[in-house]
């Protein structure tokens, strides 16, 4: 990276990429220590791990960089748009880049599951014990202990530099204090000789400890603890992915008039001005304004619109959308960065960074806890020595409150609750992103729910068939349907697509149509069986002097009155019916607002549609606040203005449309029949798009959290009750290492329990 990279201008923002973070404790250092440089100001988030740094005059990012890696982390400059793509050449732009952090801890955790295993097995079962097998254990756990647990170790001595003390503090403390008297034991005491076993003694009898050795708790609680961190790890690398889905929905090239000549470029060389050609299927390129043609655009995933908008010359358009109908020649008026998508790009980043961060439990009582067990363990060795007994008794006791001290079963709580809780979580189709997650299901008091593709649909359908009861010769309901049907399926609309799918759900194959015209923002007109047919608005039937009768323009006011589409049929000079056409609720949505309401949850509406469309949909399913006629950077706004109100909130949607008020809520839920933009925002995907799995989520990460608190708290109370035991003698290291498997399997079982949860949607 070039000095000049580095300059920034006077009083700019800078975000930096923090690495090397492993608790809140350090973000917290990071920030306080930005912070006392003249001038900055700054806040850095340890579940993004980001800071965001605001720098005055006189300092530029090299030294705000600088001062992160005196603290003993790095920083960085994210990469540039032409870095990335750099970076991403040979293996796919759209994959997300390596994570050198993460493939570390993959290779030390499966190393120390292959060397620790057989070590911690030879410890507990006598029957294995061959001759020199204490040399063996030795052979095997020193690489777990020395390499291994070499990020702990690093940690510790960072975190030691600081006058800190964290979880790795405990970890690497523990282990090399088990490895260290196992050494003394092995090569000054007895443990080292040929033929020697290990018994486990239950009884409270004091020992010297020169004859065990304690490398299957170092090996272990190194192999526990990396599988916890590997995991979190693992759950935080999706940060970044929402902006990656994001930026995918944009078009990759674009066709460019040049003299009249069409020419593909890619869309990053579109300039403001520059013309270009979208077809029908294709995305559009940019923002811009329709200068030659008619069609309909799908703009569902950035507006909400469940029905595709019509546009013609002089209207304008949104990068990103989808065009469905004819060729449209478009002028751009905002390309790259000022484009609608990656303004909202930039809204689900500011929203990810404005997360408040997440403090682990265990770090926060770590920050005291391991003080006093260090005192403890001083204590203890001063007591032994003064009162008279041999070094190795006081040496022995003050190992094992260390060794009982170690949080093998704090390392287990987490991961093991959530690895299981997610697990059955998949099973029914609900994904948990993370521990950070569940913190705000318990106090969630309010859930919005966007209406298109979460509580409807999401596509049009064919609801309703309304036949002219007063034409010269009666129209039945399936020639109703057998005819338009016909006609709309040579139609490439949405809502002719809806038409034609249903009328043949309903009346099996359909004729085809002669003369078929599409007749621009109005209709279709054609042959259908000698017929000359129209289908569309009121206006096409208008042009051919046919008027509705009143019990036609009833029925289509009424539908139109409840936010639906109702598109008119005639043939033979008359009326002859109504097709009511709308994004359909879905069958599970009311019993799904009844579960969350049981919860205790207050659920709001909040649309792009338009107030008629909403109010009747809400009443349908059982919600009785409504916020509807919404832009994308309005929804996000409505999250934080009931966040400022002091409701607890959860937002539900699956559009780009939603993404930035997905990051910024509380608790986002994403339907997984939703865009990539929306499931990478949210916190759980609900898998199955069915609106009652929202229900089941809460309820299973609210069990989730329940059953970590559990494990945390007993993990504790195991070192409470037995730090007293070791002090006194009364608790041999091997004890206490036994303890700690105890203690283990407890907080496993008790995660083990999550797979008893029962779905209430059925699944």
């Keep these: 990276m070039s000095e000049t990279s580095l300059e920034t201008p006077i009083g700019t923002r800078i975000e930096l990429e923090i690495g090397g973070m492993t608790c809140a404790s350090c973000a917290m250092r990071i920030e306080k220590k930005l912070n006392k440089l003249d001038g900055v100001t700054a806040t850095v988030n340890y579940a993004t791990e980001k800071a965001r740094v605001f720098v005055p005059a006189g300092v530029d990012a090299s030294a705000v960089i600088a001062e992160v ?53 030879l410890a507990m079962v006598p029957a294995l014990q061959f001759t020199y097998w204490q040399w063996a254990s030795l052979a095997l756990a020193s690489p777990v202990i020395v390499w291994a647990a070499w990020p702990f170790h690093k940690a510790a001595w960072m975190n030691l530099r600081h006058g800190a003390a964290t979880m790795d503090t405990l970890v690497s403390v523990g282990t090399i204090a088990a490895y260290l008297w196992s050494l003394y034991a092995l090569f000054l005491g007895t443990a080292g000789v040929p033929g020697m076993t290990h018994g486990f003694d239950f009884a409270l009898t004091r020992s010297d400890g020169a004859a065990n ?47 009249g000549v069409e020419a593909r470029i890619p869309t990053e060389q579109l300039a403001v001005g520059d013309e270009f050609v979208i077809r029908p299927g294709e995305k559009i390129a940019a923002d811009g304004v329709v200068i030659d043609g008619r069609s309909a655009v799908d703009a569902s995933m950035l507006t909400g619109e469940s029905v595709p908008v019509e546009v013609a010359v002089g209207d304008p358009v949104t990068g990103a959308t989808v065009n469905v109908g004819g060729r449209l020649v478009i002028r751009a008026t905002r390309v790259g960065s000022d484009t609608q998508l990656a303004q909202m790009a930039r809204l689900v980043e500011e929203a990810q960074s404005g997360k408040a961060e997440v403090q682990r439990l265990a770090d926060r009582v770590s920050g005291v806890f391991v003080p006093i067990v260090f005192a403890i363990a001083v204590a203890t060795l001063g007591v032994w020595i003064g009162a008279g007994f041999p070094l190795s008794m006081g040496f022995t006791a003050a190992v094992a409150v260390l060794i009982i001290a170690c949080p093998c079963a704090l390392g287990l709580a987490t991961p093991t609750a959530l690895l299981v809780g997610t697990g059955r979580g998949a099973q029914l189709g609900i ?333």
Excluded at 494 to 518: C, D, H, M, W, Y
Excluded at 674 to 680: N, R, S
């Design 69 to 121: 890696e005196k603290t003993g982390y790095t920083a960085a400059l994210p990469a540039t748009k032409a870095d990335a793509a750099g970076s991403g050449a040979g293996s796919g732009g759209d994959r997300a880049p390596a994570d050198p952090e993460l493939t570390s801890l993959r290779q030390r955790l499966i190393g120390s599951i292959i060397l620790s295993v057989p070590v911690i097995v």
């Design 213 to 259: 050795i304690y490398l299957e708790v170092a090996a272990g609680v190194t192999m526990f603890v990396l599988a916890g961190r590997y995991f979190e790890k693992r759950s935080k690398r999706q940060a970044g992915a929402a902006l990656r889905a994001l930026m995918e929905l944009g078009a990759k090239d674009v066709a460019v008039l040049h003299g």
């Design 431 to 763: 994904l948990i992103k993370g521990p950070e997650v569940l913190e705000s299901t318990r106090t969630v008091d309010t859930i919005v729910l966007d209406k298109t593709g979460t509580v409807t649909t999401g596509t049009m359908t064919l609801l309703e068939v309304i036949t002219a009861a007063s034409t010269s010769d009666a129209t039945t309901e399936a020639e109703l349907l057998r005819v338009a049907g016909a006609l709309e399926d040579a139609s490439e609309h949405p809502i002719a697509r809806a038409i034609a799918k249903g009328a043949t759900q309903r009346v099996g194959a359909l004729p085809v149509p002669e003369s078929f015209v599409n007749v621009e923002g109005k209709g279709v007109q054609g042959v259908v069986d000698g017929h000359t047919v129209l289908v569309g608005r009121e206006s096409l039937l208008a042009d051919w002097s046919i008027t509705l009768g009143e019990e036609l323009a009833l029925a289509k006011s009424r539908a139109e009155s409840e936010g639906k589409t109702a598109v008119v049929v005639a043939w033979d000079g008359e009326a002859r019916g109504v097709l009511v056409v709308a994004d359909a609720v879905k069958a599970t949505s009311a019993e799904a607002i009844r579960q969350l309401k049981a919860l205790g949850l207050t659920p709001v509406l909040l649309t792009g549609d338009n107030a008629a469309v909403a109010e009747h949909v809400a009443a349908e399913v059982g919600i009785d606040q409504v916020i509807a006629e919404v832009m994308p950077q309005q929804k996000l706004d409505v999250i934080r203005r009931l966040q400022a109100e002091g409701k607890v909130v959860a937002m539900v949607g699956d559009g780009v449309n939603d993404a930035a008020a997905l990051a910024q809520a509380d608790l986002g839920l994403a339907m997984g029949t939703g865009t990539d933009a929306a499931i990478a925002a949210a916190d759980l995907t609900l898998v199955r798009g069915d609106l009652r799995a929202a229900a089941d989520a809460i309820r299973l990460s609210r069990s989730t959290l329940g059953t970590i608190k559990v494990n945390l708290f007993w993990a504790f109370a195991y070192n409470v009750a037995a730090i007293p035991l070791a002090a006194t003698g009364l608790l041999n290291p091997m004890l206490a290492g036994a303890a700690m498997a105890f203690s283990s399997v407890f907080v496993v079982s008790n995660s083990l329990r999550l797979r008893s949860f029962r779905s209430h949607s059925g699944a």
